[in-house]
């Protein structure tokens, strides 16, 4: 399995995720949490299968909630780059800053 690196804003997209899940329910909260890590280690599993979005970027969606993760295969560094954690109703474009 290749590494995971998660660009330092991912924490902000996942700590606004889970307060708006929070205010629904503590346990859908963690739920969320627990499927965006999974969907992360999708993408570090096997990233070549997720598609390209925008130049060499790729997405992998979460099955249970509305959310993507965004990253780039760094091969050089035999790494997964993850830029960005973001609702799918969300522009599509947004995460396109960080790059």
Not at 52 to 77: G, M, S, T, W
């Amino acid at each position: 399995m290749i590494n995971l690196r998660i660009h330092p804003e991912v924490a902000d997209d996942l700590n606004l995720a889970k307060a708006w899940y929070l205010e629904i329910d503590p346990e859908l909260a963690e739920s969320f949490l627990d499927e965006v890590y999974q969907t992360m280690e999708l993408a570090q599993v096997a990233p070549e299968q997720y598609s390209r979005i925008y130049q060499h970027y790729r997405r992998v969606l979460c099955h249970r909630f509305p959310y993507k993760v965004v990253f780039e295969i760094d091969e050089a560094a035999q790494a997964v780059h993850v830029l960005a954690v973001s609702h799918t109703g969300q522009h599509p474009d947004r995460w396109k800053r960080r790059i």
